[in-house]
């Protein structure tokens, strides 16, 4: 009989190099696209607006002519909390296990049927990377014929976010197992934002697999939580110790500082160690 | 027309007076179920709540009426457990209090979760790690033995006590008091930590953060200090009015000083605490996540370090040194100064815990999120204060709420 071992010991997670990406907002359209994520009549209203990928700007705060921009995409970190044990700030807080980490694939699930609005999960997290469907979802017209059949629609009173496209990770793992396969390889396994980047900006992987393009990326090292040992990574509020699967990329040290709130002289120390670690 | 009803030998306004107050406040009621009517049927987006804010108003009046229903399983405790008999004559206050705030506080959880009819799954599925569980389940149980606390007092109705078998089961009921306060108690004693546990164990947000014992933050015990030490100071207050617009004394002055000094001295000490607290966190706990004190207190149109001296300072410090002192407690209006800053005190605690962990920042590109309730959620937070003087102005027309009350007024 054939033994399931898909999934064991997995860690996938996102690099995005923000020096490559240039905010065109593809990724967030892939996210909408692949994951049904309704449109709303007024969508003026930013922050009742559902975007499971949101791209920030950002900028160095300097003046004309030495201004310069940076954009965010910023998905589920799908953090793995302290010690990297599955205690996510979301996971440990919501009150029926309607969010739920899973430990085969490192990725932070969302059952939509479980959750009844509370609402404690978006209190825990840093990044407000979760959202409440505040209305009934609604498509314009005819536009409910391309929904994907691979994606429940949400409903009203619910909490939702980015689930690393898992349906696109369960259909991989079902087309192995047919092919009498034990593992999926790497590309057979990808998020919509991540096929959508014209820029190449977003990659996509196992990070604990060394053949796979993120470990190489971020190179995370298993015995400080993932940190990346590379030195011009680094994860969104690294300190809280969320643990994220998300790492960022960037040669400038503006946007590098901006991925944690370092009081004053932390920067230079931590600018230090990656000048060092560059020699 | 409805003397019958009025305890024997005592005063009360008359029927069509009582009934126009009433109607008055049913006014308000009737708004307030409107709007809750609304947010039913057409869903959260009748609120001003959005993504980056998640907690209402309400959220912030539900620990709050909680907080200061703590008063009547602290004083229950201090009456049945402890066997402070001289307060015997002002549980029965306590105990409507509670009931009405508990009443109050699961009215607006219910209104508060975007799926009610889903709101079983915190029971049924429920997550041992969430202090929101632990919440709702001591939640509800300390309701339930509010309820039974408050049923021989019910029974005590002049035309309900003719009932030989409700006579019997009140009497019955009043001898095993004891357990169901001791358990009472336990609960409230847990579920008052475990909302201060809700936003302690967040690790992710600095402002809400705290270290702790074993897997309680230390906003766990200050909650459940907090409650026990300003409870009291909210039944004052409440006394004080009764006594105020009945233009009568209801309560001797022996037991409005003793439960005054309990609360003062409870004040003392968990201001203390908080003080402890605040200055480690700021110290220690925010600057290892990155963020110095002032952090939280600048940069936005609303929260300044005022919030923090007026918790800290006004409405903890000095309600403290009025109610320890004897000459201050004695004088009637520091009492009453005192009692009022200190149920704000806790109100602003609980305030600062729900609505200003939701506006600080955490991303360092990220800004303050402020925000102005809607209409529906104002008249769903009032609502419950409007049910709450209906349900205690009948308390006191029609039970012996007070009974020292024929006794200061025999004239």
Redesign the interface.
Known sequence: MKQDNHGKNHKYGMVIDLDKCTGCGSCMVACMSENNVPFKEDET?K??S?TWMRV?K?TNGKPFPETEICY?PRPCMH?GG?GDHGHS?CV???????TDYDHSTGIVSQIYT???????C???????V???????PKWPEGMENYLSPDVSPR?????EKCSFCFHRYQQAKDRAYVEEREEIEEQEYQTACTQACPAGAITFGDLNNPDHAVHQMVKPDPHACGKPRNPKAFR??E????NPKVYYISERDWVR???????EG?WEKVKNNHDKGHE | MDSALIPEGAKRCPFPVFAAGIAIVGVVVLWGVYAMGLCWLKGLNQTNMNDYYGFALWIWADLAVIAIGGGAFFTGLLRYVFGIDELKNIINLTVVIGFICYSSALLILAIDIGQPLRGWFIFWHANVHSMLTEVAFCLSLYFSVLTIEFIPLILENRQVDKVPFFHNLGHNMHGVMAIFAATGAFLSCFHQGSLGGVAGVMYARPFAYREGLLVWPWTFFLFTWSAAAYGPCFTLTVLKMFEGITKKKLVKDNVVHLLAKISGWMIFTYIIAKIIDTIYWATVTAPSQGFKLMDFYSDNAFYGIWILILEIVICGIVPAIILTKKSFRENSRLLLIAVVLGTLGVCLNRWVMVLQIMAVPVMSFDTWALYFPSWQEIATTVLPVAYGIILIALAYRYLPVFPQEKELNAD
Not at chain 1, 257 to 263: F, I, P, V
């Open positions: 209203r922050k009742d559902i920030y950002l965010m953090c302290k700030p440990s807080v919501c009150p029926a296990v309607a479980r959750c009844f609005g509370c609402r404690y978006m209190g825990a997290c840093p990044y407000h979760r959202y409440f469907n505040w209305w009934d409903m009203r009173g619910v909490v969104l509020l300190r809280l110790e969320t500082k901006a991925g944690d709130n370092y009081l932390e």
